[in-house]
T-cell receptor
């Protein structure tokens, strides 16, 4: 069974600075996908970025980039130029190629951006 | 395009009662999956439907059930409610039968409180 670990329950970052949220995963499958979602206090899960296990380049989406290190089984999220609106819970999630739309989530990291 | 719509947003029920939650996916999305979010257990997969067929089911008791209609709308039902069923229930939709390279789109959730 696959497992996602997020070791940072909470983090502070100064506005306009960059921050890295850690995510490690464990699976014996070779075909998998990794996601990051943001959950504001409203509850909705907002998709941020995706990385496939066979993608050789790190994924980027605007201010979000995913630092994918396959050998270390890590998929850290980097947010550049933090904004106050980035304050939220962030979840790392994984899916397997043969698992339909079933995601396994990590425990989440609460990010707080200081003005 | 309208996003994933979940109704109701909030529910308060008494132990032993049953409850039905509704989810309308994004237009054209044929996959609907359900997740339970609690402070203790985090985000856990409940089940997934694609074209009215249940494809995957998480590790939850039989009190949790669901169905999908021909218009892709989905309902989940929890019978004989327990205090531990208090949670945020999130619905997600996708146009694809696999999230391997297609992110899920989540609704705002239904917050269920069992007293």
């Amino acid at each position: 069974a696959q497992k996602i670990t997020q070791t940072q329950p909470g983090m502070f970052v100064q506005e306009k600075e960059a921050v890295t949220l850690d995510c490690t995963y464990d699976t014996s499958d070779q075909s998998y996908g990794l996601f990051w979602y943001k959950q504001p206090s409203s509850g909705e899960m907002i998709f941020l970025i995706y990385q496939g296990s066979y993608d050789e380049q790190n994924a980027t989406e605007g201010r979000y980039s995913l630092n994918f290190q396959k050998a270390r089984k890590s998929a850290n999220l980097v947010i550049s130029a933090s904004q106050l609106g980035d304050s939220a819970m962030y979840f790392c999630a994984m899916t397997l190629n043969n698992a339909g739309n079933m995601l396994t989530f990590g425990g989440g990291t609460r990010l707080m951006v200081k003005p | 395009k309208a996003g994933v719509t979940q109704t109701p947003r909030y529910l308060i029920k008494t132990r032993g009662q049953q409850v039905t939650l509704s989810c309308s996916p994004i237009s054209g999305h044929r996959s609907v999956s359900w997740y339970q979010q609690t402070p203790g257990q985090g985000l856990q997969f409940l089940f997934e439907y694609f074209s009215e067929t249940q494809r995957n089911k998480g590790n939850f008791p039989g009190r949790f059930s669901g169905r999908q209609f021909s218009n892709s709308r989905s309902e989940m039902n929890v019978s004989t409610l327990e205090l531990g069923d208090s949670a945020l229930y999130l619905c997600a939709s996708s146009p694809s039968p696999s999230s391997y390279n297609s992110p899920l789109h989540f609704g705002n959730g239904t917050r269920l409180t069992v007293t």
